[in-house]
């Protein structure tokens, strides 16, 4: 019968795979529970009404990419991102009692049906660090440099952070107008994927690789040249911070994110050796009117998410140590087994690391297993009592029984 195989764009995590995943999971905890982040893990699928309203019915993520399934009279959606299910949750607990703004951060998996490829999966892991509930410039500051300093610690190598603001979806909407008009006026050049969207996103023209739409792109309006008063004012405050933590950045007044629900800043960190389509470590930006969308009151947020995929790709990858082993537990015959099982069971109820031999192996057999294994000691009970071997000196010695845990604290 042929072989099952794990799903297209999935894939198994395992060894140094796991242990390098470990690491991006201490570190984002070390970065973000210093900061004040708690936190949450929220469930993998959601009422798919949510990311409709919440990621916006106009995306890519939304239209084409989530996984939904018909339940009853329901439906539900494996999530394609965590900043909604956050916002969710923050209202389902009544987070808005609590001091304000709220900080959580998660490591989950999520699910979009997008063309498997390098750095692209249909499920995959993100590191996400959401603020709920201050508008202040200074949580934008200090969530940016949050996912540098994560970056910085994983050794992602050179990055470029890109930053931009959209303001408000009411200076957005006469600004959306105005591109609209520019699109139209320059239809015969445009893809006809943009053409066709142009009353539904035409923000997106800016992220589109057809050379005719870039060509008509470079001479579009810029939504930074329209923004109000006090959008440009909130900008200046959070770029004006950055600059004084002497965080490098540049603003691309042609930024666009793939999610509705941005307002203000929004930012993006890119790596410089990772391959254009799968640069994108991580990314986020405010969404001052999402809480709203989903049925709250009015609640600006900030936050990002990283990709564990691609930040592991561009990681070098470090040497990891294997799990420490103190004791090996081989026996000489098959009578000794239990005894030798009741003393790796022991060990390891006292704390020490401990393995019994479990494969059937000839003595010989299992001392060169407890080699391979990187055991400090092997107990081998044999007909004469026990002796303890010392891995690392070689030295060996017959021991009572009942000591064998007094002698691997206290050496041989
Ligand atoms: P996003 O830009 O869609 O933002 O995803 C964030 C990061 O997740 C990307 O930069 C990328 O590293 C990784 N990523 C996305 N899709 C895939 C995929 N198919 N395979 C592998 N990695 C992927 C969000 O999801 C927002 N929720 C971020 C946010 C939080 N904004 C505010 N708060």
């Avoid at 439906?75 to 389902?92: D, F, H, K």
């Avoid at 520019?182 to 589109?208: K, Y």
Wanted: hydrophobic letters at 40%; charged letters at 25%; a negative charge.
């Amino acid at each position: 019968m042929a072989r099952i195989q794990a799903p297209r764009g999935t894939y198994d995590v395992l060894g140094d795979m796991a242990l390098a995943r470990e690491r991006v999971e201490r570190e984002a905890a070390a970065v973000l529970v210093r900061a004040g982040y708690a936190r949450i893990e929220t469930p993998t699928f959601e009422a798919t009404e949510l990311f409709a309203r919440g990621v916006g019915e106009a995306t890519d993520v939304v239209q084409k990419e989530m996984y939904t399934l018909e339940e009853g009279d329901g439906s539900i959606t494996l999530r394609p991102e965590g900043t909604a299910p956050v916002c969710r949750a923050y209202l389902e607990h009544g987070m808005h009692k609590l001091p304000q703004p709220v900080k959580l951060w998660y490591l989950s998996s999520f699910f979009r049906r997008e063309r498997p490829q390098a750095g692209r999966y249909r499920q995959f892991w993100q590191v996400g660090a959401e603020a709920i509930g201050s508008d202040d410039p200074a949580v934008d500051a200090e969530s940016i440099l949050l996912l540098g300093e994560l970056l910085e610690r994983l050794g992602t190598g050179a990055v470029r952070l890109v930053i931009a603001s959209l303001g408000s979806p009411e200076a957005r909407a006469d600004y959306r107008e105005e591109l609209k008009a520019h699109l139209r006026a320059h239809e015969d050049e445009l893809s006809e994927e943009v053409r066709d969207r142009i009353d539904l996103n035409p923000l997106r023209a800016f992220d589109a690789k057809h050379p005719g739409t870039q060509r008509v792109m470079e001479r579009a309006p810029r939504l930074l040249d329209r923004l109000p008063a006090e959008d440009l004012e909130h900008f200046a405050a959070v770029r004006g911070m950055l600059d004084d933590a002497g965080l490098a950045y540049e603003v691309d007044t042609t930024l666009v994110r793939g999610l509705d629900y941005y307002t203000r800043t929004l930012f993006e960190y890119q790596s410089s050796t990772l391959e254009a389509a799968q640069n994108t470590l991580g990314g986020g930006g405010r969404y001052d009117r999402l809480v709203e969308q989903i049925g709250g009151p009015a609640t600006p947020g900030m936050g990002w998410a990283a990709g564990v995929e691609r930040m592991l790709m561009a990681a070098p990858p470090q040497p990891v140590a294997p799990p420490p082993l103190e004791l090996y537990v081989a026996y000489a015959k098959p009578e000794l087994r239990s005894a030798a099982f009741l003393l790796a069971a022991d060990a390891r109820r006292a704390g020490h690391p401990a393995r019994l031999e479990l494969g059937g192996r000839s003595l010989k057999g299992q001392l060169k297993q407890a080699d391979r294994a990187g055991a400090r000691y092997v107990a081998i009970l044999g007909d004469e009592g026990t002796s303890l071997k010392d891995m690392e000196t070689g030295e060996q010695k017959t021991v009572e029984s009942g000591t064998v845990m007094h002698h691997i604290t206290q050496g041989l």
